[in-house]
């Protein structure tokens, strides 16, 4: 795939964001055993807060598409050290879910929100552990990103090409340590051994869902 492809990759994947999403049908085929129980709770969703996370495409050296993940440094909270999306809470400063996520990215890893444009948007997704709501908004960086991390919120920044995600082989069941101590199974992919999981590997099943749906999208990977 060169440049030309990509941008073309990227033209097709906007077209494919429009509505009806899969949704929570693409979510549940990656959500963790536990998530169930957390659920029938009946957690009171009207109190959630709201944020947003950007899935940042951009071309390598190969003009591959790849997407742009953040592992979270290890702190005393619910998502320490985990691989994520740049992204975070909305303030109320914030216009919009676009520009949280625009604005956190920049914030956390230093590209410039000029020269993110925006495609669409996934589903919202919510998260029960920390009562959020997260909208996935879907970006392209068409120029080669040159990080500036904030080493107080990102350990280190992880590229991988979205052909990975495609491929059925890259999705496994494994074992997690829980914030509370709590150890579950959980369906995830393995990268450079970093789990991706949870919130964020049910955002990734939707993505997934919508490449394989797409004829146009699919014949980019044959």
Do not use: C
Request: proline share 6%; net charge negative.
């Amino acid at each position: 795939m060169n440049s030309t492809s990509f941008n073309s990759f990227i033209k097709a994947l906007e077209q494919a964001l429009a509505p009806p999403l899969p949704g929570s049908t693409a979510h549940d085929l990656l959500a963790p055993e536990h998530r169930k129980d957390m659920l029938l709770l009946q957690p009171d969703i009207s109190k959630a807060l709201l944020s947003s996370v950007l899935i940042l495409f951009y071309a390598d050296n190969k003009g591959k598409p790849n997407i742009i993940f953040t592992k979270r440094v290890e702190y005393k909270g619910v998502h320490s050290g985990q691989i994520s999306f740049p992204g975070g809470k909305a303030e109320k400063t914030d216009k919009d879910i676009f520009e949280t996520a625009l604005r956190e990215t920049e914030e956390e890893i230093g590209l410039k929100r000029n020269d993110i444009q925006v495609i669409g948007i996934l589903s919202e997704l919510y998260v029960p552990p920390s009562n959020f709501i997260i909208y996935p908004v879907v970006g392209t960086l068409y120029n080669k990103p040159v990080y500036k991390v904030d080493n107080k919120e990102v350990a280190k920044v992880i590229s991988v090409p979205i052909e990975f995600f495609l491929k059925e082989s890259s999705i496994g069941l494994h074992e997690v340590t829980t914030f509370e101590n709590l150890q579950f199974h959980v369906p995830g992919f393995m990268i450079e051994n970093n789990l991706i999981w949870g919130a964020t590997a049910m955002i990734l099943s939707e993505l997934i869902m919508v490449v394989k749906n797409n004829t146009t999208l699919k014949s980019f990977f044959l």
